[in-house]
T-cell receptor, first 114, second 116 residues
Framework: QQQVKQSPQSLIVQKGGISIINCAYENTAFDYFPWYQQFPGKGPALLIAIRPDVSEKKEGRFTISFNKSAKQFSLHIMDSQPGDSATYFCAVLYSGAGSYQLTFGKGTKLSVIP | DAGVIQSPRHEVTEMGQEVTLRCKPISGHDYLFWYRQTMMRGLELLIYFNNNVPIDDSGMPEDRFSAKMPNASFSTLKIQPSEPRDSAVYFC??????????????FGEGSWLTVV
């Protein structure tokens, strides 16, 4: 059973446009929702994260919107740049009952064209 | 800080051979994770340790895979015997739940394994 579903699989955005990636989860026990960015040949790196008691978090051009009742969260990249071209993964963390597991979505390959 | 250090970065081996991947976590981190990344299955958690003790190995695909953490600064993931379907990028990651970076899991650059 896939614990987090991510869409779209790939995304092409014009430079200066808005990139939007969505994730949906099932388990309401998840308590931390990060987004990771991965460039070719590198490991994933934390981009931005949110806790379920907050509906939105913004860091520079990157914003997470969180809808607890719908069990969905999304990443918005404003003024997208060619340097943002990478694969983006949403993830969910469960840190209760002696557990500490980060589960990833399948990823979205973002291409920002000049 | 040097970050999570993995070796080898690339390995090509023949089917049936033993493969050992190595990881040095970030100093002070008490959690260590092994992930596998493939196009088909994405990023899968194989096993994780807390204070050198394996906590959950339910993601280890079969008995051919084993992982150890003999001390706080070293872990290995071993595949014996290796098969072509084991070809993937294997990531080691570490984390500390304390401090300002709590819940941030830091990844190494991965070990690219090809089994022919």
């Amino acid at each position: 059973q896939q614990q987090v579903k991510q869409s779209p699989q790939s995304l092409i955005v014009q430079k200066g446009g808005i990139s939007i990636i969505n994730c949906a989860y099932e388990n309401t026990a998840f308590d931390y929702f990060p987004w990771y960015q991965q460039f070719p040949g590198k490991g994933p790196a934390l981009l931005i994260a949110i806790r379920p008691d907050v509906s939105e978090k913004k860091e520079g051009r990157f914003t997470i919107s969180f809808n607890k009742s719908a069990k969905q969260f999304s990443l918005h990249i404003m003024d997208s740049q060619p340097g943002d071209s990478a694969t983006y993964f949403c993830a969910v963390l469960y840190s209760g009952a002696g557990s500490y597991q980060l589960t990833f979505g399948k990823g979205t390959k973002l291409s920002v064209i000049p | 800080d040097a970050g999570v250090i993995q070796s080898p970065r690339h390995e090509v081996t023949e089917m049936g051979q033993e493969v050992t991947l190595r990881c040095k976590p970030i100093s002070g981190h008490d959690y260590l994770f092994w992930y596998r990344q493939t196009m088909m299955r994405g990023l899968e958690l194989l096993i994780y340790f807390n204070n050198n003790v394996p906590i959950d190995d339910s993601g280890m695909p079969e008995d051919r895979f084993s992982a150890k953490m003999p001390n706080a600064s070293f872990s290995t993931l071993k595949i014996q015997p290796s098969e072509p379907r084991d070809s993937a990028v294997y990531f080691c990651a570490s984390s500390s739940r304390d401090g300002a970076s709590g819940n941030t899991i830091y990844f190494g650059e991965g070990s690219w394994l090809t089994v022919v």
